[in-house]
């Protein structure tokens, strides 16, 4: 099993920035494509990022494109999310995800959630 622990949400006015972070456990995440989704009161989860193995190549949706920068380091096991110019439509709670289809798209593809952070931006 892998266990994914996101940290880092929180309140923030709209233009601000804020960075998640999700720290896996349990065993090695390289294989896994990760990625953020997140999921707003009312709305279906919806994957904002993802990124392969070789930590360079990414995928965004273009609500986010230009602003959220998703990354990760193998060696530290360990996944991250920069959001940056956040808008009130970006406040939601966002998950950690593994899984092994490129991009991430929906719930199927994912075989490990975290808990969720919440993230709220404030007009």
């Known amino acids: 099993q892998l266990q994914l622990v996101e940290s880092g949400g929180g309140l923030v006015q709209a233009g601000g920035s804020l960075r998640l972070s999700c720290a896996a456990s349990g065993r090695t995440f390289s294989p896994y494509v990760m990625g953020w989704f997140r999921q707003a009161p009312g709305k279906e989860r919806e994957c904002v990022g993802s990124v392969l193995s070789n930590e360079e190549t990414t995928d965004y949706a273009d609500s986010v494109k230009g602003r959220f920068t998703i990354s990760r380091d193998n060696a530290k096991n360990t996944l991250y999310l920069q959001m940056m110019s956040l808008k009130p439509e970006d406040t939601a709670i966002y998950y950690c995800?593994?899984?092994?289809?490129?991009?991430?798209?929906?719930?199927?593809?994912?075989?490990?959630w975290g808990q969720g952070t919440q993230v709220t931006v404030s007009s």
């Open positions: 995800a593994a899984g092994s289809r490129w991009p991430l798209i929906g719930a199927n593809d994912i075989h490990f």
